[in-house]
Nanobody
């Protein structure tokens, strides 16, 4: 599975973005998809995950109420809608694919990774 993330950019605090991750390769709908982020000097952290069917969704506590994850299996794409952005949301955002259902929060639970898209939030 090859993953290509896009949609990042520079946005003011309070703004929104929609991140996309397009997948190619084996049957997309069989994979749990996750979003992680990594800020400079910090460890990578889990943001959101969604099972292959879309039935199971998991969000990190720090983004609940602001971020949402969805997928379109017909388009082989998973989305991360990020709203009410804060400067502390500034990070590289990475999509990942794995086989665990429900979605896991650990990097080791995902087998394939995209290259990341940068989100910068100005105050």
């Amino acid at each position: 599975v090859q993953l290509q993330a896009s949609g990042g950019g520079l946005v003011q605090a309070g703004g929104s973005l929609r991140l996309s991750c397009a997948a190619s390769g084996r049957a997309f709908s069989t994979y749990t998809m996750g979003w992680f982020r990594q800020a400079p000097g910090k460890e990578r952290e889990f943001v959101a995950g969604i099972s292959g069917s879309g039935r199971n969704i998991l969000l990190a506590e720090s983004v609940k109420g602001r971020f949402s994850i969805s997928r379109d299996n017909a388009k082989n794409t998973v989305y991360l809608q990020v709203n009410s952005l804060k400067p502390e949301d500034t990070a590289g955002y990475y999509c990942a694919a794995g086989v665990w259902d429900p979605p896991g929060t650990l990097s080791d639970e995902y087998d394939y990774w995209g290259q990341g898209t940068l989100v910068t939030v100005s105050s």
